[in-house]
């Protein structure tokens, strides 16, 4: 028996040492790229699917190496961005601004590799944003294409087109947190120039993840007369996507094109594009144009846009939303940042 | 039966568990370790049916459980909160409690810490420390001891009171943190409470001249004096032998003169106390302060440590640094193998699987006669 015990740990022992050997033999000239997520997960539809979208994408055209971690819980963080620092990738990406502590902690320590942190900047333990020379931050304005789905769902309600007939119009956020606040503004600030007439009600679930919160709110929102709601809320908010399906009325995606949850409720998306942001900084990685501080993406680099549209959204509707987008993009519109209606 | 009649010392609806007679082979380790080896069995095939090759998948997540002194830090800052929360799963479970909601303990202690250390941020370390320490633990205790008493006064199933307790704390929590009383002004967005003050921090034991990055706290030492003390508590004092014999049939505690209504209160304080002591930890050794979404689930993950641990202060330690591994093995796994990490969750809920099928091989044993000397 102990003959066999020590036969087995030899061979084991033999598996560990030409394992490693093997994993140690990778490296070389490649660009190696490592992406963690946030606690979201890879699955969660939203700017984690999409960041890893821009990864496989940057893999596929670029000839990189790269890698992706999960995080389970916000502990996992700063363990998981290290990981990728020891073993000298060239570039860590972050995704979300709960990571923006651990990013300036681990950056910190590794002043050699670059960092780019989606929305958000560095900050330093006392919560102040401290920017890192080797960090940058891809910011979005995500006012803007809140502000174009904004005159979609202004004109809908104006003109009760469809099922939209109580001129009311929502919005759900996941928490009141300057990045989802943005869309809500946008959004709200279109509603207001176009159909000032139109009733606005805004609420938040209070959550990313959890679907149900997301549908109580919706669920409240159509009660009080909404049959547009547009979601700023992970996977929160596909629940308040799921009470505008279950009561018949509209709904806007945010982020990704969501037309596929639902079609037929989903009338268009505003679009985030993160899978752009970290397929760009990989290209200036390897182009040796990376730029630390903020970088930002909007709809002068196409860094925004909106979704497919549905066929119930009139052609005069989409006329003006292209039209609205073309504006912003020339300057000529400025979508506010601040929210206006928060009740 | 005019059981039914009589009222029962443990109030009604009440029915703590009795031991069941059990073979010797189920005292020792063996099954413990048989439902692991099992459970890695079956993730290995996991990782080949999703193509990807269950060796190197295996030993990224050794390399990245125990493959570095800093992965070993890791590992063990992961196994502190585990342990502590296991123990306050194990210290109820041992008086007969089923404890679901060392969560939400776990953040009620967090809250207090964070709240404590923050707010006498002047204080010296001598008694910031202590204070902190001390709010976390009888906040903690007394969100412990809530579902204690409904239970003794009112025979209210604690599985239900202490889940829904969870519910309560993580709504207080978003109130608490985002844009509310406790939220830092200069959050940046992030949904934080403001630092604690230096006093309140649990020093880094392992320099990073030795270890660079190392995040290894004192709390580690405090995990081990829990466990200790735990040991000491259930096997060494008379509390301890009352709160066992409450464990092991409440009627018969009764019988004998221990008031188990009592001692539910009471041991739910304690229960409460220890996993309001992880998040102290985390709060003072790791973040320095409280965020939404503060350590989320290691109150969950602790009833598999103290399961898997069979409520013994040394299981719990082990099963705690074995479930550390899974999460941070299990990530490194993901990224240095390309095995998803949710397949490490697989592997856990496999363990919980094994254990839970000891219960009914266990039951099989007693009725094909297993004899009665085996039972310890």
């Known amino acids: 028996m102990k003959r066999i015990l020590a036969l087995a740990f030899i061979s084991l022992m033999v598996t560990v040492t030409t394992a490693c050997g093997n994993l140690g033999g990778l490296g070389g000239p490649t660009i190696k790229i490592g992406l963690v997520t946030d606690v979201g997960g890879l699955n969660d539809k939203g700017f984690n699917s999409l960041a890893n979208q821009g990864r496989l994408d940057a893999a596929k055209d670029l000839g990189v190496e790269t890698s992706v971690t999960e995080s389970k819980k916000q502990e996992d963080y700063v363990p998981n961005l290290t990981n990728y620092a020891q073993q000298n990738y060239d570039l860590v990406v972050g995704v979300g601004f709960l990571m923006t502590n651990s990013i300036w902690k681990v950056a910190k320590q590794f002043p050699n590799i670059k960092f780019a942190l989606i929305d958000g900047a560095p900050a330093n333990d006392k919560g102040d944003t401290e920017n890192l020379p080797n960090v940058a931050n891809l910011f979005f304005r995500e006012q803007e294409p809140g502000y174009v789905v904004g005159v979609i769902a202004a004109m809908m309600a104006k003109d009760k087109v469809g099922k939209a007939t109580h001129n009311t119009v929502c919005s759900m956020g996941g928490i009141p947190i300057p990045s989802v606040d943005r869309w809500i503004a946008g959004y709200q600030d279109a509603v207001k120039t176009i159909s000032p007439t139109t009733t606005i009600l805004h609420g938040y679930s209070n959550d990313f993840v959890d679907q149900a919160k997301g549908k109580e709110v919706g669920l409240n929102h159509i009660s009080k007369g909404c049959d547009i709601l547009f979601q700023v809320a992970g996977g929160s908010g596909l629940g308040y996507i799921a009470a505008a399906k279950e009561k018949g009325v509209y709904a806007i995606g945010v982020d990704a094109d969501q037309s596929d949850v639902a079609p037929g409720t989903v009338i268009t998306s505003a679009l985030k594009r993160v899978n752009k942001a970290v397929y760009d900084t990989v290209k200036a990685v390897k182009d040796k144009a990376y730029k630390a501080g903020d970088n930002f993406f909007s709809a002068t680099n196409d860094g925004i846009g909106i979704g497919k549209i549905d066929p119930v959204v009139p052609a005069n509707i989409k006329t003006a939303a292209d039209q609205a987008l073309a504006d912003i993009k020339s300057g000529k519109i400025k979508p506010k940042t601040e929210i206006q209606v928060k009740g | ?376």
Do not use: C
């Open chain 2, 1 to 376: 039966m005019t059981a039914a009649a009589t009222p029962s010392p443990t109030g009604p609806g009440t029915a703590p568990s009795v031991r069941q007679p059990t073979a010797q082979w189920a005292q020792g380790p063996a099954v413990p370790i048989v439902s692991v080896l099992a459970a890695l069995f079956a993730g290995a095939i996991l990782i080949l049916v999703s193509g990807s090759d269950p060796i190197r998948g295996y030993l990224a997540l050794i390399r990245g459980a125990f493959g570095s002194p800093y992965n070993i830090t890791e590992t063990l800052v992961i196994a502190v909160p585990l342990t502590l929360a296991g123990i306050s799963v194990a210290v109820a479970f041992r008086t007969g409690l089923f404890n679901i909601g060392a969560q939400g303990q776990l953040l009620v202690g967090a809250l207090a810490a964070g709240w404590t250390g923050a707010q006498f941020s002047d204080l010296p370390g001598i008694f910031l420390l202590p204070l902190t320490l001390l709010s976390a633990v009888i906040a903690g205790g007394a969100w412990g001891a809530i579902a204690g008493w409904l239970k003794a006064a009112r025979g209210v199933n604690e599985v239900i009171t202490t889940i829904m307790q969870n519910y309560t704390v993580v709504f207080v929590m978003h109130w608490l943190l985002q844009n509310g009383p406790m939220t830092a002004p200069n959050a940046a967005g992030t949904p934080a409470s403001s630092p604690i003050g230096a006093g309140a921090i649990l020093p880094i034991i392992i320099p990073n001249e030795i270890v660079p990055l190392s995040r290894l706290h004192a709390g580690v030492l405090l995990a081990i004096a829990a466990v200790v003390v735990f040991w000491f508590l259930m096997w060494r004092t008379s509390l301890g032998y009352e709160l066992r014999a409450v464990g092991l049939g409440a009627r018969a505690a009764a019988q004998a003169g221990i008031d188990p209504r009592r001692r539910m209160v009471l041991v739910m304080f304690i229960a409460g106390g220890f996993a309001g002591l992880a998040g102290m930890i985390q709060v003072s050794g790791l973040f320095h302060r409280v965020f939404d979404g503060f350590s989320a689930g290691f109150g969950f993950d602790a009833i598999a440590v103290a399961l898997l641990g069979k409520n013994s202060p040394i299981g719990i330690t082990l099963a705690a640094i074995l479930f550390a591994a899974f999460a941070r093995g299990g990530t490194i796994m993901q990224a240095d193998a390309g095995v998803s990490s949710h397949l490490v969750e697989v592997v856990e809920a496999t363990v919980l699987l094994v254990i839970a099928a000891e219960a009914i091989v266990r039951a099989l044993a007693v009725r094909r006669g297993t004899p009665a000397e085996a039972i310890a």
